[in-house]
């Protein structure tokens, strides 16, 4: 976006934007003028310079195409309108009534006074989400083409906002949280272009963030820009047991400064799980692998970096928790290892709102689960008494067994966020309920 600069030696600058304001018009100009006129307030640039013309000279913005990923800016024009004391440029003064193209390297002069103008560029690089709607991306994008600012598709490096009709959680919802940049709606741009004049303020992010409809995202979540998020994963390595995980997640888990990592075989993982002595390390997060990723190739590495784990007293994390951990600015629960399913589970519930009678119905299937891993474990015990000597870590059950104990505990912390976050698909066949979870990457 193009902002005009005007200083008049001694008193204070005038910044003001250069956008299209009338709603169908391929341009719109300004005046720049000593006195305001009535009803000109939107338009007039008033300098407080004696030597200026009440209508020194015209400044016109001329629309740009709003091209998704088009790097462009709105031509300037400068015209003297026969001003007393003339507009001049390098010392030379400008023909009256002949429009000038100015950009960045264009210094001008006012009158007598040595008043100046010049044009200053601010790019505004918004990347669109949730535009469900052919009219939302109508609208966004004739916005965008007045302003002069750039829309982008896909997340980018250089962008300066998120544009949202209502908050869901996106891959680019997360990753704008990360780089710490506004998150508005449509509104914002078109605020822009409906300033009462061009020195009002202009408008702040924080007053057009969009509305929360995504009921997997908790309600007190805090989107504003927040730099904690920056250095939220610092010091930790996400270790993944497949490609597709890995390429999924490693731009998010990089902007939070952590470090991911990809485990291809069993000498790889042990030597990034663990230290010099041989130690599984506890700053190694295990991204859990889904069950459809499981090969024949890697089932048996992958259940020995487990075992490693669950022998240090640790355990595997899921992609949600990542995005969790983001969204609370917290890796207290999320994304920490030394923590039990059950403290997951309990997290998510209270950040969701869970109504009682769901997580009623949750916590019982999880107990049911837990009583005939228990059930099972003890049979195993005794069928093999030798494997689970030695190996009983307290809390009742066999060391051997624990592994099964605790993907039940995590695959229902699962199904209660998908059931609080009303992204679920139940059907009931002989007492016996499956539910599909939507992975927030997805």
Same mark, same amino acid.
Not at 136 to 143: D, G, R
Not at 169 to 179: N, Q, S
Not at 332 to 350: D, G
Not at 400 to 417: A, D, I, Q, T, Y
């Given at each position: ?7 008049? +030696? ?12 009338? @709603? ?10 000593? /006195? ?9 640039? &008033? ?22 990923? *088009?790097?462009?800016? +709105?031509?300037?024009?400068? $015209? ?11 010392? @030379? ?10 950009? =960045?390297?264009?210094?001008? @002069? ?95 992010? =924080?007053?057009?963030?969009? #509305? ?6 908790? +309600?007190?979540?805090?989107? *504003? ?34 470090? #991911? ?6 000498? *790889? ?17 295990? &991204? ?11 089932? =048996? ?53 869970? +109504? ?17 891993? *228990? ?13 689970? $000597? ?10 051997? /067994? ?6 039940? =505990?995590? @695959? ?12 679920? $698909?139940?059907?009931? &066949? ?13």
């Amino acid at each position: 976006m193009w902002q005009l600069r005007v200083q008049t +030696p001694g008193k204070p600058a005038i910044v003001c934007p250069l956008v299209v304001q009338d @709603e169908d018009s391929e341009a719109t100009t300004y005046l720049i003028t000593r /006195k305001l006129k009535k009803h000109k307030e939107r338009k007039s640039i &008033v300098v407080s310079d004696v030597s200026v013309s009440r209508q020194h000279a015209e400044i016109r913005v001329q629309r740009c195409s709003g091209t998704v990923g *088009q790097n462009e800016r +709105p031509d300037v024009f400068f $015209t003297d309108k026969g001003s007393k004391c003339g507009s001049f440029q390098d010392g @030379e003064r400008l023909e009256p009534e002949r429009e000038y193209l100015v950009d =960045e390297y264009s210094t001008l @002069e006012l009158g007598a006074n040595h008043t100046t103008v010049a044009l200053e560029w601010h790019p505004l690089v918004f990347v669109g989400s949730s535009l469900p709607s052919k009219e939302s991306q109508v609208q966004v994008q004739t916005a965008i083409s007045k302003i002069g600012a750039r829309l982008e598709r896909a997340w980018v490096s250089d962008a300066t906002h998120l544009i949202m009709l209502d908050i869901k959680a996106t891959p680019k919802l997360i990753l704008a949280l990360v780089a710490t940049k506004p998150i508005v709606s449509p509104d914002f741009l078109t605020a822009f272009t409906r300033l009462k004049t061009p020195t009002s303020p202009l408008p702040k992010a =924080e007053n057009f963030l969009p #509305p929360l409809k995504d009921r997997a995202i908790p +309600p007190n979540t805090s989107f *504003q820009p927040d730099e904690r998020r920056k250095a939220l994963f610092q010091g930790k390595r996400f270790a993944f047991l497949s490609v597709d995980q890995y390429k999924k997640l490693y731009e998010l888990v990089v902007a939070a400064s952590g470090l #991911p990592v990809l485990y291809t075989n069993e000498e *790889q993982a042990r030597a990034v799980q663990t230290d010099g002595k041989g130690h599984t390390r506890p700053d190694v997060l295990v &991204v859990r692998i889904h069950k459809s990723l499981i090969t024949a190739a890697n089932k =048996e590495w992958v259940e020995s970096v487990k075992s490693d784990l669950r022998s240090a007293g640790l355990r595997t994390v899921n992609e949600q928790e990542i995005t969790y951990a983001i969204l609370q600015v917290s890796t207290n629960i999320m994304c920490n290892p030394n923590t039990s399913p059950a403290e997951v589970l309990e997290s998510q519930s209270q950040s969701l709102g869970v +109504p009682p009678s769901v997580k009623k119905h949750v916590e019982a299937a999880l107990a049911t689960a837990r009583r005939a891993a *228990q059930a099972r474990s003890v049979t195993a015990a005794i069928a093999a008494p030798t494997a689970a $000597t030695g190996n009983d870590d307290g809390d009742g059950m066999p060391a051997m /067994k624990r592994s099964k104990h605790e993907e039940l =505990e995590h @695959e229902h912390s699962c199904h209660l966020f998908a059931v609080a976050a009303n992204v679920t $698909t139940t059907t009931h &066949v002989k007492k016996k309920t499956t539910t599909t979870i939507r992975q927030p990457w997805g």
